[in-house]
């Protein structure tokens, strides 16, 4: 059974930079696409970015130009860098497929202060 184990996660000040990953327990290169959302305390889980099996990425419009997801299929592994951190970034962030595939993660919390 695939696991996900999120990372990266800390206290940054707004416009600081942080960098995550998702360690996929089995291979990721089998995996057609993958992704990264976030839950903020009270709001629904959402949909921040996500990557195809051939590199093409996709970004929800609160995110595109600050953050960037990638994967490294050699160490199952995908990543999101983001940049620019704005307080309404604040967040649980875990990784999955586009269809949600697999169980839910422990997630990483990221908090941006102002």
């Known amino acids: 059974q695939v696991q996900l184990v999120e990372s990266g996660g800390g206290l940054v000040q707004a416009g600081g930079s942080l960098r995550l990953s998702c360690v996929v327990s089995?291979?990721?290169?089998?995996?057609?696409?993958m992704a990264w959302y976030r839950q903020a305390p009270g709001k629904q889980r959402e949909l921040v970015a996500a990557i195809t099996s051939g590199g093409s990425t996709n970004y929800a419009d609160s995110v595109k130009g600050r953050f960037t997801i990638s994967r490294d299929n050699a160490k199952n592994t995908v990543y999101l860098q983001m940049n620019s951190l704005k307080p309404e970034d604040t967040a649980v962030y875990y990784c999955n497929t586009p269809w949600i595939n697999f169980s839910w993660g422990q997630g990483t919390q990221v908090t941006v202060s102002s």
């Open positions: 089995g291979a990721i290169r089998s995996i057609n696409g």
